[in-house]
């Protein structure tokens, strides 16, 4: 069987840094094996599942550079589910309970009371025909409930029973089913939870490996005894340690933090947001990956630490910077005459400002300063006028070349006495209306004599 792998989000908010981290995990583990990677929206909560979101997903995906081989939504499968579900009840895998959450509730306490673990007792399992039907017509509906195997003739007796599995992350792991609660599979309203269309979904569409965040690890257990009591062989399973925003607080894709959205329009670049995704919180340093089959050698899933790693905004802005700044013309050309720069001068523009750009519409800004003016970021003291006038008098004359800007300011040096920082920052200011910049030595043979002139004070 090929190797196949899925990312399943629930289209109900924007994705952000950490969902990402799993979706490249998933996609670079089955681009390594040469497999399958499919985008599987897990949109069955019909209340808060929007296609707006769904689509918005897939264009932060592709803007990732994941290409999924296959879109499936779980919404359009719930044939399957109820299918599914109605093979547990033949098999008495599935039962209905009728407790509210407040029953639950207190139930939980008095297990704690008793020094019990707070597990679900299964006391409907108890329940005559008679007991459903009186409780039915008190107007109660039943949530149903998965009975997992932990227990050898007996429900009402389990037994420590080990759930193993080799970690595609964190190794060796082992989870206690009679340390768990039954899992619901079917809310009161008839609607499933995520357990069951998702078991059914990934034996369907022959998901051989699972890598997930590792809040999950703990429904691993269960989640295999589902496999199993469908009649399939469970996949291999990886938990990756979670992302936290650097206060700590976890990533939430309702409100909306960190999203890859917001991350796109702030101007990152693609692959430093990928980069870092994937390789925070691992063994190795954090590098900005040019591209994805760079990334895809450094990826190493087992070298995930097991502690959550802490994002840092700042991080992934200066992995965008060296990346954008090691760009070559031919790269950002198109995007570049998309923002309307272009011309015989544009490679020579790009070379010069590259080195000194937070993000590509930064270029922006300092190609109107060359072929317009001076910004007006920062203006000259009365004495530095004067100076600038002057030094403007010493321009050499045409053909300018690139040694230009080391000839006018060593016949300037010369004339005035002015040196180091009092003799290049006015005329830095003059030229561009900043104190801060691309090298003048490269900005001066692209603004000529003749625009250089004009930007005499």
Not at 79 to 86: C, F, I, K, L, T
Not at 258 to 263: G, N, P, Q, T, V
Request: aromatic fraction near 8%; charge should be negative; proline fraction near 5%.
């Amino acid at each position: 069987m090929s190797v196949t792998l899925r990312f399943a989000p629930s289209p109900t908010g924007q994705i952000h840094i950490g969902n990402a981290r799993t979706a490249l995990y998933n996609w670079l583990y089955a681009r390594k094996a040469g497999g399958r990677f499919i985008l599987r929206f897990d949109d069955t909560d019909s209340a808060r599942s929007t296609r707006a979101y769904a689509d918005q997903i897939e264009q932060d995906l592709e803007w990732l550079g994941i290409t999924p081989d296959e879109v499936v939504r779980q919404s359009e499968r719930k044939d399957a589910h109820d299918r599914a579900a109605e093979l547990l009840r033949e098999k008495r895998l599935l039962y209905p309970c009728y407790e509210t959450a407040e029953e639950l509730e207190r139930r939980r306490k008095i297990r704690l009371s008793r020094r019990l673990p707070p597990v679900y007792g299964r006391e409907a399992l108890k329940l005559s025909a008679d007991d459903r039907r009186r409780l039915e017509d008190e107007g109660r509906t039943p949530h149903w409930r998965f009975l997992l195997p932990n227990f050898k003739d007996d429900p009402h007796q389990p037994e420590r029973t080990l759930v193993t599995w080799d970690d595609v992350v964190r190794g060796p792991q082992t989870v206690d089913l009679a340390a768990m609660s039954d899992p619901v599979l079917i809310r009161e309203d008839g609607t499933y939870l995520y357990t069951l269309p998702s078991v059914v979904d990934d034996i369907d569409l022959g998901i051989t490996h699972i890598i997930r965040g590792d809040d999950h690890v703990t429904n691993t257990g269960a989640q295999i005894a589902l496999f199993n009591a469908l009649g399939a062989q469970e996949p291999a399973f990886g938990h990756h340690n979670l992302l936290t925003a650097s206060t700590g607080e976890g990533l939430s894709k309702r409100k909306g933090a960190l999203s890859i959205a917001s991350l796109r329009d702030e101007g990152l670049e693609p692959m430093a947001v990928a980069s870092l995704a994937v390789l925070i919180g691992a063994s190795g340093a954090v590098e900005a990956c040019s591209t994805m089959d760079a990334l895809q050698e450094r990826f190493d899933p087992a070298a995930a630490s097991r502690s959550a790693a802490k994002f840092d905004p700042e991080e992934l802005r200066m992995l965008s910077r060296q990346l954008l700044q090691q760009k070559s013309f031919g790269e950002v050309e198109g995007k570049l005459a998309a923002l309307g720069i272009s011309g015989e001068n544009a490679e020579a523009f790009w070379l010069a400002v590259r080195g000194n750009l937070e993000n590509l519409e930064d270029a922006v800004d300092w190609w109107h300063i060359v072929q317009t003016g001076p910004a007006d970021d920062a203006s000259l003291e009365a004495e530095d006028r004067e100076f600038v006038r002057a030094a403007f008098e010493l321009l050499p004359e045409e053909p300018w070349t690139a040694t230009v800007w080391k000839e006018w300011t060593s016949i300037v040096k010369s004339r005035t006495g002015r040196k180091g920082k009092q003799l290049f920052k006015p005329l830095r200011i003059a030229l561009t209306g900043r104190d801060w910049g691309p090298e003048l030595s490269d900005l001066l043979p692209l603004l000529g004599r003749e625009g250089t002139l004009a930007r005499r004070p």
